[in-house]
């Protein structure tokens, strides 16, 4: 079965920082690219940022709204992804998924998603 | 920037059709896909690539596209199928959601 497991989601003051993890099973995780997307409370998808695979030499891209704060990486040993929060903000708080996304085979969808963890940015 | 524009809200009788709308600037070049999320859940991929159903998803869920508008189609709808459904698409390299439709079965 595929999963995807977000953990290391806390409540954490302004300024500070967070590390999530998005631990994977079921498929080949270095054949997929990974997506991070955040949803505050009460509010609609945001797409965060997105890793590739190493075959597009991992490289990354990220929503402005993040950009130069969140940073994200892969360890496909261990099949997980990881997203790096720094300055975090009031406004980051959102509860962040991360999804696999199989590439131009199906127009570059996000197939299966984790479950979530949560993110409360509050001093 | 680029935006997806739905409607906040549709509604419909159980069993009827409804109907969820996404425009956007130059969607006509994009490939549109749909995700359901129910409240308190994960969003799922009802469509990809315009019109393409995923394994598992029901018939009654089908899409079509024309000119910078996407439509997302339910047949028969359920009460199961209440939830918010969001379109996406993707400007060059960035991925954007529509604002969400929240869908009412009555």
């Known amino acids: 079965e595929v999963q995807l497991v977000e953990s290391g989601g806390a409540l954490v003051q302004p300024g500070r920082a967070l590390r999530l993890s998005c631990t994977t099973s079921g498929f080949t995780f270095a054949d997929y690219a990974m997506a991070w997307v955040r949803?505050?409370?009460g509010?609609?998808?945001e797409w965060v940022g997105l890793i590739r695979t190493e075959g597009y030499e991992v490289t990354t891209e990220s929503a402005a709204s993040v950009k130069g704060r969140f940073t994200m990486s892969r360890d496909d040993s261990k099949s997980v992804a990881y997203l790096q929060m720094n300055s975090l903000e009031t406004e980051d708080t959102a509860v962040y998924f991360c999804a696999r996304d199989p590439g131009a085979v199906n127009g570059d969808a996000f197939d299966i998603w984790g479950q979530g963890t949560k993110v409360t940015v509050s001093s | 920037s680029f935006e997806l524009t739905q409607p906040p809200s549709v509604s419909a009788s159980s069993g009827q059709t409804a109907s969820i709308t996404c425009s956007g600037?130059?969607?006509r070049d994009k490939y549109v896909c749909w995700y359901q999320q129910k409240?308190?859940?994960s969003p799922?991929?009802?469509i990809y690539q315009n019109a393409q159903r995923p394994s598992g998803i029901p018939e009654r869920f089908s899409a079509s596209k024309s000119g910078n508008t996407a439509t997302l189609t339910i047949s028969g709808t359920q009460?199961?199928?209440e939830?918010?459904?969001y379109c996406q698409a993707w400007q060059s390299t960035t991925a954007v959601f529509g604002g969400g439709t929240k869908l009412t079965v009555l």
Do not use: E, H, S
């Open chain 2, 39 to 41: 409240a308190g859940r």
């Open chain 1, 39 to 41: 949803q505050g409370p």
């Open chain 1, 43 to 45: 509010k609609g998808l």
């Open chain 2, 44 to 46: 799922v991929l009802v």
């Open chain 2, 83 to 85: 939830a918010d459904y």
């Open chain 2, 25 to 27: 600037d130059k969607l």
């Open chain 2, 79 to 81: 009460v199961v199928d």
